[in-house]
């Protein structure tokens, strides 16, 4: 089973300060006061349809209305970020954070640039100081992305700690199940790697990456019967998709 692409988190909050100046007049609706506030809702709405130059359009214009807005600096450094312009996206986290060194989100998205750029360093760094917020609501998000941090840089005891920490009871995130059953599997753990896929299968019903992970894995280890279950619950879902072919052919089929 092969580790899934990088999981980010990222925090689509409309709240946070925003400047004392005034709108630029001349422009029509730029004198409104809720003018920002409306670019901002229709950039957060783009920015989650994947319309992300479209959404950092909206976000640009904001910032002209209302410059010195945190939230709006943070919102177009994951523009930038998702764009793959991760040192725009630096350099809009870091405005932020000089305007609000408390601004957890935006050091949260940070952290998560420095991931993506390879600078584990400074990602460690910054995924720390969010976890020092006993305070934030999505700390679970945030041991993940500490996890693979540790992982991209082989320090697996630390990745497979920050992963488990990463599976709240109330709230775990699915990509840590499948990062800590490939894990134990390449650890040569198999019966700890099924357990954790068939939790991932109860708690995530929809998620289907952990029935092929699973029954992969029980094919691998020559449990064809058991595999066959998980195998064509994924054809069944997705009957037309490259990971229901693959499905299939475990099973011997075309």
Same mark, same amino acid.
């Given at each position: 089973?092969?580790?899934?692409?990088?999981?980010?988190?990222?925090?689509?909050?409309?709240g946070?300060?925003?400047?004392?100046?005034?709108? +630029?007049?001349?422009?029509? @609706?730029?004198?409104?006061?809720?003018y920002?506030?409306?670019?901002?809702?229709?950039?957060?709405?783009?920015?989650?349809?994947?319309?992300f130059?479209?959404?950092? @359009? +909206?976000?640009?214009?904001?910032?002209?209305?209302?410059?010195?807005?945190?939230?709006?600096?943070?919102?177009? #450094?994951?523009?930038?970020?998702?764009? =793959?312009q991760?040192? %725009?996206?630096?350099?809009?986290?870091?405005?932020?954070?000089?305007?609000i060194?408390?601004?957890? @989100?935006?050091?949260?998205?940070?952290?998560?640039?420095?991931?993506?750029?390879?600078?584990? %360093?400074?990602?460690?760094?910054?995924?720390?100081?969010?976890?020092?917020?006993?305070?934030?609501?999505? %700390?679970f @998000?945030?041991?993940?992305?500490? /996890?693979?941090?540790?992982?991209?840089? =082989?320090?697996?005891?630390?990745? +497979?700690?920050?992963?488990?920490?990463?599976?709240?009871?109330?709230?775990?995130?699915?990509? /840590?199940?499948?990062?800590?059953?490939?894990?134990?599997?390449?650890? #040569?753990?198999?019966?700890?790697?099924? %357990?954790?896929?068939?939790?991932?299968?109860?708690?995530?019903?929809?998620?289907?990456?952990?029935?092929?992970?699973?029954?992969?894995?029980?094919?691998?280890?020559?449990?064809?019967?058991? /595999? /066959?279950?998980?195998?064509?619950?994924?054809?069944?879902?997705?009957?037309?998709?490259?990971?229901?072919?693959?499905?299939?052919?475990?099973?011997? =089929?075309?």
């Amino acid at each position: 089973m092969r580790p899934l692409a990088l999981f980010l988190f990222f925090v689509l909050s409309l709240g946070g300060c925003t400047s004392s100046s005034s709108p +630029k007049s001349g422009d029509g @609706d730029s004198e409104n006061p809720l003018y920002a506030l409306t670019l901002m809702r229709q950039g957060s709405l783009m920015l989650q349809q994947g319309r992300f130059e479209a959404a950092l @359009d +909206k976000f640009e214009e904001a910032e002209k209305v209302t410059p010195g807005n945190a939230t709006i600096l943070n919102m177009m #450094g994951l523009c930038h970020m998702r764009l =793959g312009q991760n040192d %725009r996206a630096l350099m809009a986290f870091d405005s932020a954070l000089a305007l609000i060194p408390a601004f957890t @989100d935006a050091r949260n998205n940070r952290g998560a640039t420095y991931l993506a750029m390879g600078q584990y %360093r400074m990602a460690e760094v910054d995924f720390g100081a969010v976890l020092d917020d006993s305070t934030y609501p999505h %700390r679970f @998000d945030v041991y993940y992305n500490l /996890a693979m941090t540790y992982l991209q840089q =082989g320090v697996t005891a630390a990745a +497979k700690a920050n992963f488990r920490n990463a599976l709240d009871p109330n709230q775990p995130v699915f990509e /840590a199940y499948l990062q800590l059953a490939t894990i134990e599997q390449q650890e #040569g753990s198999p019966d700890e790697a099924i %357990r954790l896929l068939e939790e991932a299968i109860f708690e995530f019903p929809t998620r289907i990456e952990a029935p092929m992970a699973l029954g992969t894995l029980l094919t691998h280890l020559g449990r064809e019967k058991e /595999a /066959a279950t998980y195998l064509q619950r994924v054809i069944n879902d997705q009957p037309n998709s490259a990971r229901a072919n693959e499905a299939r052919r475990l099973l011997g =089929g075309d």
